[in-house]
């Protein structure tokens, strides 16, 4: 199983980006998809996630601004990320867990990480 991120880049505060991650191998099903990040010198934090039936939550300081969606027929994740500022700047890391495979039993996966960056 392996997870590709995409959609990340420069953007002035006030501004909008979509992340984008899709899960590719021999996957029967998977139970929760979402985003962390990390900033510079900082602890890898949860972001956003969302379930098989669609039940999001999020970290509180992206409440209203990042929508998190899912297309489970193409084992993908969206994240659309409105009025960003430079706080939100940080690699942003997918990951799948309770990835069903024919070969292995529910593991967590994670993606190679974007960089969003936001300043003027």
């Known amino acids: 199983v392996q997870l590709q991120a995409s959609g990340g880049g420069l953007v002035q505060p006030g501004g909008s980006l979509r992340l984008s991650c899709a899960a590719t191998?021999?996957?029967?099903?998977?139970?929760?998809m979402g985003w962390y990040r990390q900033a510079p010198g900082k602890q890898r934090e949860f972001v956003a996630g969302i379930t098989i039936d669609g039940i999001s939550n999020y970290e509180d300081s992206v409440k209203g601004r990042f929508t998190i969606s899912r297309a489970n027929a193409k084992n993908a994740v969206l994240l659309q990320m409105d009025g960003l500022n430079p706080e939100d700047t940080a690699v942003y890391y997918c990951?799948?867990?309770?990835?069903?495979?024919?070969?292995?039993?529910?593991?967590?996966?994670w993606g190679q990480g974007t960089q969003v960056t936001v300043s003027s």
């Open positions: 191998g021999s996957i029967f099903s998977i139970s929760n």
């Open positions: 990951y799948a867990n309770g990835v069903t495979t024919m070969t292995r039993g529910p593991t967590l996966y």
